[in-house]
């Protein structure tokens, strides 16, 4: 299901936030005063008193909601990616993954379609530092539904998580009747046999727009969704390497510690298969327009497109 509505999953956040308070009165939201960019501005206004403003300290944040989570509270906290992975890192790390706190990191404004924010705030490492950390499971939702889909599931999960989330509105196109998201487990939109992309993010909708041209060139091009980066569904990345024989990984955020990086792994251990990664090559990102700034960084359904044809035409 593809529709022309498009929503920003900073949004889906807010809403699915307020969903999962009414359900569980264990939910609570720190933010770092960002409460109306994040979307926890809509938690805080149901529900006041299970809202934290803990100003612009970002690590003090995480080393709070690490000690709220061990009274049964479900802290889920929330900042601008490059500060909720970048700045409290360490007490990500320390606080909340060394010792398996049932805390979900909620980080907004990530990746290069910030936009006019410019390069300090367009966060590419995001989930190369949450992967490092033992026991965080990295999710990065395409749109409004898998979005909502991936907060319910964080609430159900015991454990550190970190979702990524985004400012630009994106295209929705999972069915909320029929959608269902599992943690650990990619979901196949488009079956193929010459060529996968495997896409993460807002790179789903232009992996499923390049498979379109692709077809139309007479190439059979697989698309994997693989919405949790870790732990990474091992099982789909093997078969889509064994019955096409070509992988392409895409991504918005460094190819050095991202997605591509673990699906690279995975097949270098197990399956040894060509493979392109689409991404940021390490290098910062610069101001401008969120679509312009996108193409720019050949992170569009074009450069997909000429990316899998330079693969099999080898």
Do not use: W
Request: proline share 4%; net charge negative.
């Amino acid at each position: 299901m593809i529709t022309d509505k498009k929503i920003a999953t900073r949004d889906s956040y807010g809403h699915a936030l307020v969903e999962l308070a009414k359900e569980h009165d264990n939910v609570v939201a720190l933010d770092a005063d960002l409460a109306d960019s994040t979307r926890t501005g809509m938690l805080k206004k149901e529900f006041p008193d299970r809202h934290f403003d803990c100003g612009i300290q970002e690590a003090n944040m995480a080393a709070v909601a690490a000690g709220l989570s061990t009274t049964g509270l479900v802290p889920f906290i929330s900042s601008f990616a490059m500060f909720a992975a970048g700045r409290a890192f360490e007490q990500v790390r320390n606080s909340i993954g060394y010792g398996h706190c049932n805390v979900k990191i909620c980080a907004t404004h990530a990746g290069l379609s910030v936009g006019e924010d410019g390069a300090t705030h367009q966060c590419l490492e995001d989930i190369a530092l949450m992967r490092t950390i033992p026991g965080m499971v990295v999710i990065n939702p395409a749109d409004d539904t898998e979005a909502r889909a991936a907060v319910k599931a964080a609430y159900d999960y015991v454990g550190p998580v970190y979702i990524r989330l985004g400012r630009l509105a994106v295209p929705v196109f999972n069915d909320p009747d029929t959608y269902h998201f599992q943690i650990g487990k990619a979901e196949t939109l488009k079956d193929g046999r010459d060529i996968t992309i495997i896409a993460t993010g807002l790179l789903v909708k232009e992996a499923m727009d390049a498979a379109a041209v692709l077809d139309q060139q007479g190439i059979s091009c697989r698309v994997v969704n693989m919405a949790t980066i870790k732990p990474l569904d091992q099982e789909a990345v093997l078969k889509a390497a064994k019955e096409t024989g070509h992988i392409i990984t895409a991504e918005e955020h460094n190819i050095i510690g991202g997605m591509g990086e673990a699906v690279a792994a995975c097949l270098s251990e197990n399956l040894p298969t060509p493979l392109k990664r689409v991404g940021v090559r390490d290098e910062f990102g610069c101001s401008g327009p969120a679509a312009d700034v996108l193409k720019l960084y050949g992170l569009s359904a074009d450069n997909l497109v000429k990316t899998a044809n330079e693969m099999l035409n080898k």
